[in-house]
C-alpha cells in the first residue's frame, strides 16, 4: 500500500506563503495522479490541483494562479507552492494519488476518484 505523509503546515498572516510536501513511500509513484485537496468544518473536501504522471495540472477556479503544483519523481515527492494565502485559504489539506493514465487524472476532480490519502495538514491563515 501507499503511505501518503504531508508536511508544511501552519500558521501565517495574510499574504504570506506556504510549501505543502507530500512523500509517498509506495513503488508506483511514477504512474500516479496526485492531488491536493482541502476542507473546513461544515464544509465539503474540494480539490485544490492535480497533476498527471505526465506532468499536466489543472488547478481549481480559486487558486487564481496564487497556488503551483509539482512533483518530484525521483523523490517520490508532491509539492504545493501557495502563495498570496488569505484567511479563505484556511483548512486541512490533504494529498491524496491513484494510479492512472493522463486521461483518467484529467477527470479526476473529486475524492472518490483517489485511491490514497495522507493524514494532512493544517493551514491557518488569519488577517
Known amino acids: 500500500q501507499e503511505q501518503l505523509v504531508e508536511s508544511g503546515g501552519g500558521s501565517v498572516q495574510a499574504g504570506g506563503s506556504l510549501r505543502l510536501s507530500c512523500a509517498g513511500t509506495g513503488s508506483g509513484y511514477n504512474i500516479y495522479c496526485m492531488a491536493w485537496f482541502r476542507q473546513t468544518p461544515g464544509k465539503e473536501r474540494e480539490r485544490v490541483a492535480n497533476?498527471?504522471?505526465?506532468?499536466?495540472?489543472r488547478y481549481a477556479d480559486f487558486v487564481k494562479g496564487r497556488f503551483t503544483i509539482s512533483r518530484d519523481n525521483a523523490k517520490k515527492i508532491l509539492y504545493l507552492e501557495m502563495s498570496s494565502l488569505s484567511p479563505e485559504d484556511t483548512a486541512m489539506y490533504y494529498c491524496a494519488a491513484v494510479p492512472s493514465t493522463p486521461q483518467f487524472c484529467a477527470m479526476a476532480d473529486t475524492q472518490t476518484y483517489y485511491r490514497y490519502w495522507g493524514q494532512g495538514t493544517q493551514v491557518t491563515v488569519s488577517s
Open positions: 497533476i498527471a504522471s505526465d506532468g499536466r495540472t
